[in-house]
């Protein structure tokens, strides 16, 4: 996610909650290094999706968890 870091607040890990393709999950942007962030996906939630790591995918991000 660019400006990732800028976004929110945060060059660590960020973990939030919410919905990819309808389905609901928690996960934690992992900080980069280079101020952006990436979203890993448990391989449950893609299975229930019928997606494979690099498809394409709608986020909502519903909550930030602490």
Do not use: C
């Not at 939030?16 to 939630?45: C, E, Q, R, W, Y």
């Amino acid at each position: 996610m660019p400006r990732s870091a800028e976004f929110f607040g945060a060059h660590g890990l960020v973990k939030v909650a919410g919905t990819v393709d309808g389905v609901p999950f928690t996960s934690a942007f992992m900080a980069i290094g280079d101020g952006t962030h990436k979203l890993p996906m448990k391989a449950v939630i893609r299975r229930a999706l019928g997606k494979q790591a690099g498809d394409t995918v709608t986020v909502r991000l519903t909550e930030r968890l602490s």
